[in-house]
Nanobody, 124 residues
Framework: QLQLVESGGGLVQPGGSLRLSCAAS????????IGWFRQAPGKEREVVSC????????NYADSVKGRFTISRDNAKNTVYLQMNSLKPEDTAVYYC?????????????????WGQGTQVTVSS
């Protein structure tokens, strides 16, 4: 079965850290851009960060620059999102998505498949 599975979410205090993982099963991520997105209650889904297939190019939403770091380990077929200095406004369900280069799809505006999401709650 082809799927992306996110993990690593949870409850953390403001200023704390979490590392999210996005693991692919049934296919290799080598030829995909990968993006992390989030959706807070009552808000639209927004892009958090993207990483190119090689890992050589990354970009971030202004709201997370300097605090979040996206990375990938193609040998482990996994993409990570290290989140530091977390704020209450980072509370959301975080999703990863793949963008197949074979079909010219690029993060964040292309098409791809999505994981089920992992909840991140930042609260004291």
């Amino acid at each position: 079965q082809l799927q992306l599975v996110e993990s690593g979410g949870g409850l953390v205090q403001p200023g704390g850290s979490l590392r999210l993982s996005c693991a692919a099963s049934g296919f290799t991520l080598d030829y995909y851009d990968i993006g992390w997105f989030r959706q807070a209650p009552g808000k639209e889904r927004e892009v958090v960060s993207c990483i190119s297939s090689s890992g050589g190019s990354t970009n971030y939403a202004d709201s997370v620059k300097g605090r979040f770091t996206i990375s990938r380990d193609n040998a482990k077929n996994t993409v990570y999102l290290q989140m530091n200095s977390l704020k209450p406004e980072d509370t959301a369900v975080y999703y990863c998505a793949d963008f197949p280069l074979l079909f010219g799809s690029r993060c964040p505006g292309g098409f791809g498949s999505w994981g089920q999401g992992t909840q991140v709650t930042v609260s004291s």
